[in-house]
Nanobody
Framework: QLQLVESGGGLVQAGGSLRLSCAAS????????MGWYRQAPGKQRELVAT???????TYAASVKGRFAISRDNGKNTVYLHMNSLKPEDTAVYYC????????????WGQGTQVTVSS
């Protein structure tokens, strides 16, 4: 059973930056796809970014050019670098690992809150 623990969330002013970390309890080198989701109050959970073992990345249109996902297999950690933050980026951010299909993932973290003030 793989455990994922997110950290790095907090309160930041619009235009600021944060780096989220997702630390896995075991090796992620064999995990093909890992991702970040977010869920704002009253909204559905949405996919923010994914990264494969071959470091191919995908991004939601709303964050493209501002966010960057990366992974460090040696540290069993996936990162989400968030720049030029906007109030609409306010949400709980979740890490996910082992994509089964579509929005179905085998492992989820507990989430970390990101709040962007205007």
């Amino acid at each position: 059973q793989l455990q994922l623990v997110e950290s790095g969330g907090g309160l930041v002013q619009a235009g600021g930056s944060l780096r989220l970390s997702c630390a896995a309890s075991g090796s992620i080198s064999s995990i093909n796809t890992m991702g970040w989701y977010r869920q704002a109050p009253g909204k559905q959970r949405e996919l923010v970014a994914t990264i494969t073992s071959g470091v191919l990345t995908t991004y939601a249109a709303s964050v493209k050019g501002r966010f960057a996902i990366s992974r460090d297999n040696g540290k069993n950690t996936v990162y989400l670098h968030m720049n030029s933050l906007k109030p609409e980026d306010t949400a709980v951010y979740y890490c996910a690992a082992v994509r089964i299909s579509g929005t179905s993932w085998r492992y989820w973290g507990q989430g970390t809150q990101v709040t962007v003030s205007s």
